[in-house]
């Protein structure tokens, strides 16, 4: 399948699952298409091939999702090395992949029952309930384990939440006539480091922000530079004036599914307003006292714009 194809067929899963959507599919971003259902964000990445997926996209995404208290998954179809299975959940740089067909399923609230570990297949087992009906038989740990065929040890790890091969765990459930093998969770927020790691401050009005006072997420392959997460403001930089249209619209189409106010940073361009959306003269920003001071005078050309309108 070509990538164009499984881009259209993501985009129409979205769709027949009632999610609205924009597509970044044209600006050589960290992920191509940004979706949601309610309070549900899906910033997704779509590859032919998942090993393809590089290391800057990935550490935007997985900083996307803390910032924006969104999911990030990578769609895709194949590794190197195999076709993608609709009931597994893989993993590349720590986020989550799925097939089409397991995206799908996953709308459906269909959760994936494996997840490749280690070059393996393996699923998440309910302890409790192994733990609770081996008791209610009257099975030491040894007798179960010599009945399904696995060393005391691995039983036990087992029982603690270690992940098991789907045989194994097939062989428990029939042991014990209960359902064991539980659908494994994609959609787990990514826990946010105690201090966030940017790259190096090579922009220099990202710089002046931060000395206001802004305490910014900073992207290296997304369409917006950087988020202020105390402000809950997107910001962009545009070094020319055909740039800022550019950038405009690429914000308005951010700020409809995130639903944060954006902010444009200009080196050249004197316009107040681009859309809806403030554009500041880079030199303005000396002119702020603190980040307060700006984000109010923000506010006040939003008013503005709005009454123009």
């Known amino acids: 399948m070509i990538r164009n194809t499984l881009l259209h067929q993501t985009i129409q ?4 699952n009632g999610f609205s959507y924009q597509s970044f599919v044209d600006s050589n971003s960290c992920f191509d298409l940004i979706a949601r259902k309610q309070n549900l964000v899906l910033v997704l990445k779509v590859l032919t091939n998942i090993d393809s997926l590089r290391p800057e996209h990935a550490r935007d995404l ?4 803390g910032v924006f208290n969104a999911h990030s998954l990578i769609v895709g179809e194949k590794s190197k090395v195999f076709a993608l299975n609709p009931d597994v959940l893989y993993e590349r740089y720590d986020l989550p992949v799925l097939s089409l067909e397991g995206f ?6 269909r959760l994936p029952v494996q997840r490749s570990f280690k070059g393996q ?5 309910d302890v409790e309930r192994l733990r609770a009906e081996r008791e209610a038989r009257e099975l030491t740990l040894k007798e ?3 009945q399904i065929g696995v060393s005391l040890e691995s039983l036990h790890r087992y029982e603690h939440g270690s992940p098991a091969q789907l045989d194994v765990a097939e062989k428990l459930e029939r042991v014990l006539h209960t359902r064991l093998i539980r659908g494994i969770s994609v959609f787990k927020p990514i826990e946010k480091e105690a201090e966030e790691k940017n790259p190096p401050l090579t922009n220099s009005v990202l710089d002046q922000l931060q ?6 997420s900073v992207f290296e392959r997304a369409p917006l530079n950087a988020a202020a997460t105390e402000h809950h403001l997107l910001i962009s ?3 020319t004036k055909q740039n800022v249209r550019k950038k ?3 914000m308005e189409k951010t700020q409809t599914i995130l639903n944060y106010p954006g902010l444009i940073i200009s080196n050249e361009s004197k316009k107040m307003t681009m859309g809806n959306i403030p554009v500041l003269h880079s030199e303005e920003i000396s002119t702020f006292s603190n980040a307060q001071d700006m984000m109010n005078s923000l506010k006040n050309r939003r008013k503005t714009s709005k009454k123009t309108e």
């Open 237 to 239: 930089h545009a070094e």
């Open 62 to 65: 997985k900083k996307i999702t």
């Open 248 to 250: 405009a619209l690429s």
């Open 211 to 216: 000395d206001l006072g802004l305490k910014l």
């Open 121 to 125: 297949n393996v699923v998440e087992l």
């Open 13 to 16: 899963t979205l769709l027949r």
């Open 144 to 146: 179960l384990s010599n």
């Open 104 to 109: 799908e399923q996953l709308l459906a609230s």
